[in-house]
Each structure stands twice: as C-alpha cells, then as structure tokens.
T-cell receptor, first 115, second 112 residues
C-alpha cells in the first residue's frame, strides 16, 4: 500500500463546479503539502500544513483552499473550478523539525481536467 | 528567488555512468540541494540530498562544487528503469517555512 494516497486519481469536472481532492498518509508525518504540476513548469507549491492547526499559503494559492482534518488527512478544494486549473496535483508529506534535509514523500498524483 | 537550471534532456546508454548537471548560482548558505526523479505516471521520488560535501547512497552520488553554485547527480551504472525526469531542487526556509523550489528538470533517456 502507498504511504501517501490521493483520491480521486482522475477527475473531469465542469467549469464552476466545486471539487475536492483528498490525501491521506500512513507515515505519521506532521507536515503535508499540495503541489500542482503543469507541463514544462515543474511543481509549484499551493498550500502546506505543519500540523493540524497550521495552514500556510504557497506560491499559487489563489483559487484553492485546504483543510487539515487530522494529522493524516489533508484535502485540497477548488471552490469554483476554472479550465486553467487543469493540471496534475500531488500531495506530499515530510517529517517536522528543523532538519531541512528531510525527505518529502509524494503521492501518485491526481489528474484534474476542468472543461 | 532560488532557482536551478538544468538541461532539458539527456541521453545515455544502459550500464554506462550518467552525469546530470545543475546550476544554482543564487544558492544561499542554508539551502540544501535535493534531487528527485519522476518516473512516468508517478509522483516525484527522493534520490539524494546534500549541503556542502559530496554524498553517496544506494541510488546515486551527489557531487557539489566547492562554491556550491553547481552540482552533479551521478548514476554510476544506468539501467532502463532510471529513465525519468530528474529535478534538482533547492530546499530552503522562507519565513520559517521549508520550501522546495522545483525547476523544469532533465528528461533522461536510457538506450538499451
């Protein structure tokens, strides 16, 4: 079983619809992240959370919101989806603490298409 | 802002060594250099990281220039399963938060 699980893996939705991507992890990590990947642009950070009570915006948070329901769960919402939010979304986790050499573990990704 | 520059693509032959370069001239003293790779239809996978000294693990070696403005990921004996996009990343703390800054990566093709 994957350490970081994302659902759904693929989704097609219409413009203006609300869509939620869910992420759960079994690694016991405090820190969780949502990234977006577009062709030729690498990964860009949307939101990150250091623990259940801590949520922070990343570099491209506009149009997105998140919820950290528990240490193991971190969901990403698009309140009103638009076509340029069509992308591959990754959830990730890492250990806490000051050691910034800590490895980040990624899920397998969720393909979202907004038509 | 932290930025890495990598060649868009590279090609090598199976069982030969591969040297993947990365320039990071804006690196600061506290930035760690991380390498991840992404196989088709999968999320990025950690490969190796370092700060100043060269590093070795079971997957690869990381050679860091003395001025830290460049680094090289070394796959000692490439296999077909090493075909992936390789990302050189600076990991830094910005306003107390750890952030990975991804570049566009190098697409590595391995010929049989």
């Amino acid at each position: 079983d994957a350490d970081v699980t994302q659902t759904p893996r693929n989704r097609i939705t219409k413009t203006g619809k609300r869509i939620m991507l869910e992420c759960s992890q079994t690694k016991g990590h405090d820190r969780m992240y949502w990234y977006r990947q577009d062709p030729g642009l690498g990964l860009r950070l949307i939101y990150y959370s250091f623990d259940v009570k801590d949520i922070n915006k990343g570099e491209i948070s506009d149009g997105y919101s998140v919820s950290r329901q528990a240490q193991a769960k971190f969901s990403l919402s698009l309140e009103s989806a638009i076509p340029n939010q069509t992308a591959l979304y990754f959830c990730a986790t890492s250990e806490g603490g000051q050691g910034i050499g800590n490895t980040i573990y990624f899920g397998e990704g969720s393909w979202l298409t907004v038509v | 802002d932290a930025k890495t520059t990598q060649p868009n693509s590279m090609e090598s032959n199976e069982e030969e060594p591969v040297h993947l370069p990365c320039n990071h001239s804006t690196i600061s003293g506290t930035d760690y250099i991380h390498w991840y790779r992404q196989l088709p239809s999968q999320g990025p996978e950690y490969v190796i990281h370092g700060l100043t000294s060269n590093v070795n693990n079971r997957m690869a070696s990381l050679a860091i220039a003395e001025d830290r403005k460049s680094s090289t990921l070394i796959l000692h004996r490439a296999t077909l399963r090493d075909a992936a996009v390789y990302y050189c990343i600076l990991r830094r703390i910005i306003q107390g938060a750890q952030k990975l800054v991804f570049g566009q990566g190098t697409r590595l093709t391995i010929n049989p």
